[in-house]
């Protein structure tokens, strides 16, 4: 039995307490598969954040439930909150069985410091691992070099050559699985005394995504054109290391093709005869006449690697990132045939998978830890944890920007940044239905859409809520919390007050451009991606990211919701019975109008209840790629349980000193 299953056989459903209280300061029961679990046996988990959230989800659901006799048991899971439990109801906290759970009690033979950094699965490896030897107590050190060789398959000692070392370093970031900050300190301090890596920034190489693959990427492109004999061969890295590296060591080449193959790093454009195509190293070739093709081998591909619907939502992210890039190319690049291709074999495909594991997976993720955020009211409490350290923020929001139209920005977008600037790019699941008005006063206050039942509908909060946010957790002065709504034409940035910029601590803006493409937009998806391409060159977006890194800001640029291109099934005439009647979802005040819009539209619509609306909101979705508008009608819109709809960009840009 392990650490799992010895903590959720604590919960015992049968017992008279309805309500748990459980100290959760490191996470550990808000982990996916325990709340799944915990789901599985039926109790209800809620993450406690301020007494008065709670009040009203209390009296609001919880408490009718259990007065009407269907209530499950309810789990409330605090951090670390300095009054404890005191937050609660006093006459729920009488009655409510107690519990806690911390790294320390849980894995005492193991070091606090470096299991807080270790992921919930490798905490298992390290917990059965250390079993083994009961009554043995591994210092700091030891628990470091343990999780290194155990968790992470490292044996400094046993690294001997740069080849092995860039294999290494590979798997960490082909897998996701990159290195904790002390245990990235930890390798290079044992490598240091190894002159063949002296010159390699160890610590960033093992921890960040995004320099690891600048610095493969330009020193393949030095190999690549050494092979072929140009000059673009002695090109400056701009990544410090070594020049080269041995890319064609037999131990390498499988591992740097399955980069390719990922879509990790991306070919160089170059040209070549045809006999070069036939040496290993061509899978990093692109000759200038195949630059912006789109093969169907790969759509193919990425058929093979969706995610099975018992996939965990990081495996969802790690996917969408990659079916964004192709969906991007598709509409910007791509023929006809190649779209019909996605349209009749890879999006439903994707859509079928994902639908599985909304049913099961999504409902629990806004009980999640919010470093790093997971879904989109995460990203305010992100922000705060840096305002900590001193960082000023800027949080931008484009609004109806999908993942797949942040890659169709991207390229042009850091083209135009000055400077050394770093990029990370991730996603983050928004909130369902994905509509305006839901997703993106969450967004910007860090609330559960229950927690603003009387605002539901409306598009003009950002700015409160953002400030309300700041001045309940950032301790911050009205002058130093700023919010702007801008259409994103480029007249606009002469309307910013430049000052502002130097006073303020927390930056929001929202740019609506993509969304306002989105909802004139004929064309489907390939006139949306090629609209956002012809704003990109406007420069506003480049102009105000150069701004804002000029002035010390860490800028996070994230949307409020995606969208997808969708065909109509015929327009619902139902007067005023729908409180909202969007193209991809309609919302009733009841379940009984609800039931019988569904009744009336099987086939064409479904229901999907996370239990994360308030009160009064009953939402039907247009089923597949379907739109309540005139039938056969072409669109753009949002609202669905698409992952086209579902998850946005999370990215973050810095300048580095």
């Known amino acids: 039995m392990n650490w799992k299953d010895r903590l959720v056989e604590q919960f015992i459903p049968d017992l008279d307490a309805k309500v ?366 840096w305002r900590k350290d001193g960082e000023k923020v800027a949080l931008l929001v484009l609004d109806g920007l999908s993942c797949s139209g942040w890659y169709s920005l991207r390229e042009g977008l850091l083209a135009q940044l000055e400077g050394d600037v770093s990029v990370e790019d991730s996603a983050a699941f928004t909130w369902l239905p994905s509509l305006t008005p839901i997703c993106r006063q969450a967004l910007f206050s860090g609330l559960s859409p229950k927690l603003f039942p009387d605002t539901l509908k409306r598009t003009d909060c950002d700015g409160p809520r953002w400030k309300s946010f700041w001045e309940s957790n950032g301790a911050l002065l009205p002058k130093q919390i700023y919010h702007s709504r801008v259409d994103g034409e480029i007249a606009e940035l002469t309307d910013i007050g430049e000052e502002a910029f130097d006073r303020v601590e927390a930056l929001g803006m929202t740019i609506s451009k993509p969304d306002e493409i989105m909802h004139g937009m004929t064309l489907g998806w390939a006139g949306w991606h090629q609209q956002l391409e012809l704003w990109n060159k406007t420069c506003f977006l480049d102009r105000l990211v150069n701004n804002l890194l000029d002035r010390g800001f860490t800028v996070c640029l994230t949307a409020d919701h995606g969208n997808l291109e969708s065909v109509g099934t015929g327009k619902i005439n139902e007067g005023v019975m729908a409180e909202n009647r969007g193209q991809r979802v309609r919302v009733y005040p009841n379940q009984v109008l609800r039931d019988a819009s569904l009744n009336d539209h099987q086939g064409l619509s479904h229901e999907f209840d996370a239990g994360m609306l308030p009160d009064g909101c009953f939402p039907i979705f247009a089923s597949g790629r379907g739109a309540f508008v005139a039938q056969d009608e072409t669109i753009v819109a949002h609202g669905g349980t698409s992952l086209d709809e579902l998850l946005v960009p999370w990215v973050v840009l810095r300048r580095s000193e």
């Open 20 to 385: 748990w209280a459980v100290s959760d300061p490191d996470g550990i029961v808000r982990n996916e598969e325990i709340l799944g679990r915990l789901q599985a046996k039926g109790f209800d988990a809620v993450f406690f954040e301020e007494p008065l959230a709670f009040r009203y989800e209390y009296e609001s659901r919880i408490r009718p439930a259990w007065e009407h006799g269907d209530g499950k048991p309810l789990v409330v899971l605090f951090d670390e909150r300095i009054d404890g439990f005191d937050g609660l109801p006093s006459d729920l906290l009488l009655s409510a069985n107690q519990l806690s759970f911390g790294l320390r009690e849980l894995f005492p033979q193991l070091d606090y410091g470096v299991m807080a950094e270790l992921q919930p699965d490798q905490w298992t490896v390290l917990g059965d691992f250390a079993a083994k030897t009961p009554g043995k107590v591994f210092r700091s050190s030891d628990t470091e070099e343990l999780a290194l060789r155990v968790c992470f398959k490292i044996v400094p000692d046993l690294i001997d050559s740069t080849a092995e070392m860039l294999r290494r370093l590979i798997e960490l970031h082909r897998l996701n699985r990159l290195l904790s900050p002390r245990l990235a300190a930890r390798l290079a301090r044992e490598l240091e005394s190894h002159a063949g890596f002296r010159e390699w920034p160890m610590e960033a190489l093992s921890t960040d995504r995004a320099l690891f693959v600048q610095f493969l990427q330009e020193r393949w492109k030095r190999y690549v054109a050494q092979q072929v004999g140009t000059s673009m061969g002695n090109a400056e890295n701009l990544i410090e290391g070594p020049v080269d590296l041995a890319f064609d060591e037999p131990v390498l080449r499988g591992f740097v093709g399955a980069l390719f193959e990922d879509e990790i790093l991306a070919p160089v454009e170059i040209a070549v005869d045809s006999s070069s195509l036939l040496q290993w190293w061509a899978v990093g070739v692109v000759r200038p006449v195949e630059q912006h093709a789109v093969s169907s081998d790969r759509l193919q591909k990425l058929l093979a690697a969706i995610p099975e619907s018992a996939a965990s939502y990081r495996d969802w992210i790690q996917f969408g990132i990659r079916y964004s890039k192709l969906v991007s190319q598709v509409f910007c690049k791509g023929d006809l045939e190649l779209r019909t291709l996605f349209w009749d074999q890879v999006w439903p495909a994707v859509d079928t998978k994902f639908s599985e594991w909304l049913n099961h997976g999504y409902g629990s993720l806004h009980n999640l830890p919010a470093a790093p955020p997971v879904m989109v009211h995460h990203i305010p409490k992100q922000l705060a944890r």
